[in-house]
């Protein structure tokens, strides 16, 4: 057929050498002899891109024509790593890459670290998108990611004299060989103005926004390739652009340089990540990325993907848009605007469509991190938007009336505007309203929006609420991340688990097997030493393979609790300086973290330093003879997890319970063999069930337990005037024994455990001192402990993102999977 495009691309060792020196040179412009790095680098991805290029083409050509049910993941944050390994095992070039860049001098792990991540999310909820996607594309679920193309993605997090410094993160400087921009595809954005009201042509009267600017959105697409499996799905990402037409004006009047300045002021809305993931500010601008990227995704969508003709009536057939936490919630109204406004329909049909086309993902328990936009705001910038959702409201708390007549109280409660402190949208109400499922994201954090954050809302619609539990993709996260124990997994079980992780159920008998014990160990010794060339040669920092690794790599935040962490630390070190504890029956550990800050959360950044004023000092003192040390490298990401993880015997993850949504670091642990010691919160609560109590160390208060202990009034200074080890760990903090004797430095966080202590830190800090001393015992017997971590990998097959995927379809899209031709 005519539309067939360019010949499959030679799969052989020669046949890549002559696509990559191809590349080379009429690419990038260089032959081998003058090519630097980032030319071997950007030929190389562009080389494997053309091996996936037919793929994409063919996955494209045939969803046209079948038509088939799709899922549109809206996101904000896609945090997706490096592309060039995932390119290549999707691709299944590892091996023919390997031998034909080595045949030319070239080592392609050289050419691995050239790649600059693509670091466009905060953490979790921006992993699992990427992971989300990884997985659809595997399992031939048709879907399109839609985000944002920031310019500058999360910060790179410097420490200076142990001190966060951001820098802005230049992500796309070196080149960006792995994206399409499409600007002949750009759609127009609007924003501000007003609504008019117009006689329609069939003479009824109608509403309609006369917007007062606008920016151009431009597509920039991703291969998202299965893997070994043939398809290729498509991420888009909106950049903004600005339009020229409004400033014609300006420029006529002879003002070049206003002319200027109107172009980078639209161009602002795409040029960086904001960094918080909580407590997130009402800014204008974080509004306008929203909706930018929202109505550019939903007018592609339905301009561009829809066949022509598509009769909008059939759209929840379709598509299902899930939301991705609140961030992409204007859709909702955006919709109601395109069908009543644009195609003139009824409200209520147009109601009727919208409300079968949204699911909602929440991610967090944390009240302070519900959005909501102050209507003041949201009026200036989207005014038709904002009378759709007070339209919404109306209709729903007419609804609300007839249900409860005698409880006004309640309507009042779950009406989607708050009136208290100031007039505002409550986005995960209008996403509750309007989406046909609400989704948490492990099953305590479920039960726990239904009981008590949208208990309103669970009793008015018992069945919209369901769980997904968080998964994770074990293509990146354990068969590139941990290529030693995959080679184990594959001789033992043969390589199917890659793609069907409860496969790893094999491995169970394997636990009771001395030779695969002893070589699982080998391998767990052998990812320490990884990690330690690693930070040998990226910051100098020694550490030292033969000691337990004792892991915390997750975003900086008092619910998640480093300080708890950082008090087990100090009391180890108080207890052997003053001579309590003798350093020789110490068991030798490094503490590991990893963690940024928001940068406006002063006491989160605080803490790093703390971190690191601790490390320093332990580090230096001979006293500990080696036996304890803290490392803390700077700017975790996506690419350090990759190495840091399949080194760590021990996951920390010890969040006061009821805060942690999920957690999904927990699981690449997990999977990796580490051991958790945690708390019963998100879904640690599913790892211990699942692994048993034995393989896992539990601590801490319950989520009741903690309800209560709040309810009746918590005063962490009566653990501290109770607890001698606390009370000596936080005295030789206050005391400037980290801070050369400057005892204001680290008086906020003292200050703040004593007196407030939001996230019950000291409450927890005698049972999680004992469960490290049980942590102790069990390391004592590596036969055991390695039993243990065998057994985690073993019984982690759930925790893969194929099987949230499967519980997504099942559960709230019920798109079936389509076969490859
Ligand atoms: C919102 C508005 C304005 C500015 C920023 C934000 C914003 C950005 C990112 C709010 C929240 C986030 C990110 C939240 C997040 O990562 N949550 C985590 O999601 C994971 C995946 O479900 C869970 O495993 C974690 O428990 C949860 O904390």
Redesign the pocket.
């Known amino acids: 057929e005519n539309s067939t495009p360019i010949a499959t691309r030679e799969r052989t060792v020669d046949g890549f050498v002559r696509e990559f020196l191809r590349e080379l040179n009429f690419g990038q412009g260089v032959d081998l002899s003058r090519a630097s790095v980032n030319d071997q680098y950007l030929a190389m991805a562009r080389t494997v891109r053309h091996y996936l290029m037919v793929r994409w083409l063919e996955t494209l050509r045939r969803q046209g024509e079948l038509q088939a049910k799709s899922v549109a993941y809206l996101s ?2 896609f945090l997706l790593g490096r592309q060039l390994d995932n390119a290549l095992l999707a691709s299944g070039l590892e091996d023919i890459v390997e031998e034909g860049l080595s045949s030319l001098g070239i080592d392609l792990a050289t050419l691995r670290d050239a790649e600059v991540e693509p670091g466009l999310g ?5 992993r ?1 998108a990427a992971c989300f996607i990884d997985s659809l594309a595997t399992m031939n679920v048709p879907c399109i990611g839609y985000g944002i193309r920031y310019e500058y993605g999360i910060f790179q997090q410097t420490f200076v004299d142990g001190w966060q410094v951001e820098k802005p993160d230049d992500w796309l400087a070196l080149g960006s060989p792995w994206e399409f921009p499409h600007p002949e595809a750009a759609v127009r954005v609007n924003f501000g103005g007003s609504v008019e009201q117009y006689q329609a042509d069939d003479g009824v009267v109608r509403r309609r926004w006369v917007p007062g600017w606008s920016v151009l959105a431009v597509p920039y697409n991703y291969m998202v390739p299965g893997f070994e499996n043939g398809r290729v799905n498509t991420l888009r990402l909106w950049s903004a652009q600005a339009t020229h037409a409004f400033d014609l004006a300006i420029f006529n009047s002879g003002d070049y340089a206003e002319a200027v300045r109107a172009q980078t002021f639209a161009e602002n809305i795409t040029k960086v990540l ?1 960094p ?3 407590t ?2 009402g ?1 204008e601008l ?1 509004l306008q990325q929203q909706y930018f990227f929202v109505a550019a995704s939903l007018k592609n969508f339905i301009d561009e993907v829809l066949p022509e003709g598509f009769d909008l009536h059939n759209l929840p057939d379709r598509i299902n848009f899930q939301l991705n ?1 609140t ?1 992409p919630v204007i859709a909702i109204p955006e919709l109601m605007r395109i069908l009543v406004d644009e195609k003139g329909w009824d409200w209520d049909d147009a109601w009727s469509v919208t409300s079968k086309c949204f699911a909602y993902t929440c ?2 328990l944390l009240p302070e ?1 519900l ?1 909501v936009w102050p209507v003041d705001l949201l009026g200036r910038l989207l005014p038709r938007h904002l009378e759709i959702i007070y339209r919404i409201n109306d209709a729903f708390l007419a609804e609300l009336r007839q249900e409860y007549p005698d409880d006004e109280l309640r309507v009042r409660r779950m009406s989607i505007i708050a009136e208290y402190p100031v007039r505002a949208v409550r986005m995960a109400y209008l996403a509750t309203v309007a989406g046909t499922k609400v989704n948490g ?1 492990a099953e305590l954090h479920s039960q726990l929006l239904r009981d008590k954050v949208l208990n309103d809302f669970s009793e008015y619609y018992p069945d919209k609420f369901t769980n997904v539990t ?1 998964g994770v993709t074990p293509r990146r996260f354990v068969r590139l991340a941990n290529p030693a124990l995959s080679g184990l997994i594959t001789e033992a079980i043969g390589d199917g688990w890659v793609t069907d992780l409860d496969k790893l159920s094999g491995l169970e008998p394997l636990a009771e097997d001395a030779e695969f014990r002893r070589r699982f160990r080998e391998i767990k010794l052998h990812n320490k030493h990884r990690i330690a060339d690693v930070l040998a040669t990226r910051d100098g920092t020694v550490v030292n393979p033969d000691t337990m690794f004792d892991v915390m790599v997750k975003r900086l935040h008092e619910y998640k609790r480093q300080t708890l962490k950082l008090l087990h630390i100090v009391s180890l070190y108080e207890q052997v300086t003053s001579g309590r504890l003798d350093i020789g029956s110490v068991t030798p550990r490094t503490f590991a973290f990893g963690a940024k800050a928001a940068p406006g959360y002063l006491l989160a950044k605080q803490i790093i330093g703390l971190i690191n004023a601790v490390g320093r000092t332990i580090n230096e003192d001979p006293a500990l003879e080696g036996r304890l040390s803290v490392v803390f490298p700077a700017n975790y990401n996506v690419t350090l997890a990759e190495t840091l993880i399949p080194a760590a015997d021990l996951s920390e993850q010890i969040s006061l319970a009821g805060k ?5 670091g927990n699981m690449k642990f997990m999977l990796n063999g580490a051991l958790t010691i945690g708390t019963d919160d ?1 879904a640690n609560v599913e790892i211990r069930r699942l692994v048993g109590d034995e393989h896992f160390f539990l601590f801490g208060l319950t989520e009741p337990e903690v309800e209560q202990l709040v309810d009746r009034g918590y005063h962490p200074s009566a653990y501290y005037e109770t607890n001698a080890s606390l009370r000596r760990a936080l005295d030789l903090i206050a005391s400037g024994a980290f801070s050369n004797g400057d005892r204001a430095v680290f008086e906020p966080i003292v200050s703040n455990l004593l007196h407030e202590d939001r996230f019950l830190a000291l409450a927890d800090f005698q049972a999680y001192i004992d469960a490290q001393a049980r942590v102790d015992a069990a390391y004592a017997d590596p036969e055991q402990w390695t039993r243990s971590a065998v057994l985690n990998v073993a019984r982690g097959g759930f925790f893969s993102s194929d099987r949230s995927m499967r519980d997504y379809i099942d559960r709230i899209w019920h798109t079936p999977p389509v076969p490859p031709a």
């Open positions: 904000a944050e905060n953490g979790g909820l921006g699992l904001y918080e993931d909580s997130p500010q800014k974080r936490d961030h991610h967090t991190a959005e994201v968080n942690e949504a999920s957690g999904t998100g």
